[in-house]
């Protein structure tokens, strides 16, 4: 995103916003289609397959894990041969075909993984194109193509572009770039300045949280692996007529910034549901908040989920602890001693194992054999390979959210 949602899920609820399941949720029924070997997390992977493997193998970037070479294939795999990606496909060798719904959320997604990890610049070129070819005449994007602009999704599809090395103020369409969408998507400090996800049947604008850490994210020109932006003083709001998107993102890191304020966390607002934690979506604000201002602003909601994150991720799965991971690069903080969790080893064992952990015994042995310092084997290679049985992994039906966060 939550995980960090889709705009799919999020068009899905009643009120946008919905709320990641609850730590103490039941676990999610068997999966309707068998588990691929290089796909990460053990939940059907039918509405996001493809957004939780982008997030996990981005995350593991953050921290120098070099992942499987069939957790990598496997979303290659995934892609259609017009660039795009759906959410997930059961058989990768039978032909996209219109049936088969793709979306621009996973298709972001993949990009920016596939951008980190390198080596991959064909894939994800022609995945940059795709995305080109479905921008609105607004300058924005929906979930599905065609589908109207909201801030999740355009959000996402600026990282993207950013991370293929593109320019996104110059990616327009009937004269309008990504920032003008989003800009058109916020609302002004009377109303608290944060991002809608998109206006209803009226055009009226209604602030969310989660397409608020979004959007922030997507004013700034970053991704969802965003580091610490320059130290800011406390967010405030500012209305300025016409906000530019620098201007916006710090009045949705503003809105974020009081909505954490007292307890450190965001709340759900899942139709007919009590109001509760939203764990991904407190982790979206988390990489906002410091992206726009530095880590300083990410202080208290960083500080709970150090204290309460971890028991969430356990059960719902990697693109939750994707998150966390990337809560703690954005702000500086240790992922492998995040509130007495080793969040790295935890992730890594929800797929495939990884070539090498990023440990630093693994930089050490880098280090060694940069020198001319050969291991024993010969070859200067360290393998440090931490296998956990996590139990309960998956409950529920995940997507984040880039969007609808898994994800």
Request: glycine share 14%; charged share 15%; hydrophobic share 45%.
């Amino acid at each position: 995103m939550n995980v960090r949602r889709s705009a799919a899920v999020l068009a899905a609820t009643a009120v946008i916003g919905a709320a990641t399941p609850a730590v103490a949720a039941s676990p999610s029924p068997t999966p309707s289609v068998a588990i691929p070997s290089g796909l990460y997390g053990t939940t059907d992977p039918t509405y996001d397959g493809v957004w939780r493997q982008s997030l996990a193998l981005l995350a593991q970037d953050t921290v120098g894990v070099k992942p499987a070479e069939k957790a990598v294939d496997w979303l290659t795999g995934q892609q259609c041969a017009n660039g795009s990606f759906a959410a997930f496909r059961a058989d990768p060798a039978r032909a996209c075909d219109a049936k088969l719904t793709v979306d621009t959320n996973s298709t972001a997604a993949a990009v920016q993984a596939l951008a980190a990890l390198g080596g991959h610049e064909a894939a994800a070129e022609k995945a940059v194109g795709w995305l080109k070819s479905v921008q609105n005449a607004d300058g924005g994007w929906g979930y599905a193509p065609g589908g109207a602009s909201d801030t999740n999704s355009t959000a996402v599809v600026v990282g993207a572009l950013a991370a293929a090395g593109e320019k996104p103020a110059e990616v327009v369409k009937g004269g309008k770039s990504p920032y003008d969408a989003l800009v058109r998507l916020a609302l002004p400090c009377d109303d608290g300045g944060a991002f809608a996800y998109q206006p209803d049947k009226k055009g009226t604008l209604t602030a969310n949280a989660d397409a608020t850490a979004a959007g922030v994210l997507g004013a700034l020109g970053e991704g969802l692996a965003a580091g610490a932006g320059k130290k800011a003083d406390d967010a405030v709001c500012a209305d300025a007529g016409y906000p530019g998107p620098r201007q916006a993102a710090a009045n949705g890191a503003a809105y974020l910034a009081k909505a954490v304020a007292k307890n450190g966390y965001l709340t759900s607002v899942l139709p007919g549901a009590e109001n509760q934690p939203d764990y991904g979506n407190t982790a979206d604000a988390v990489v906002a908040l410091a992206a726009q201002g530095g880590a300083g602003q990410a202080g208290k909601p960083l500080a709970w989920l150090q204290r309460n994150g971890a028991a969430w991720a356990q059960q719902s799965g990697p693109a939750a602890y994707a998150q966390l991971v990337l809560a703690a690069h954005a702000t500086g903080t240790d992922p492998r001693a995040f509130g007495g969790t080793d969040l790295v080893a935890a992730l890594n064992a929800t797929g495939p194992a990884p070539q090498t952990t990023g440990s630093a015994k693994q930089d050490d042995a880098n280090e060694a054999d940069e020198a001319g310092e050969d291991s024993e084997d010969g070859f200067g290679v360290w393998w440090t390979v931490g296998v956990f049985l996590v139990a309960g992994i998956g409950i529920g039906f995940l997507i984040s959210g880039r969007r609808k966060q898994q994800p």
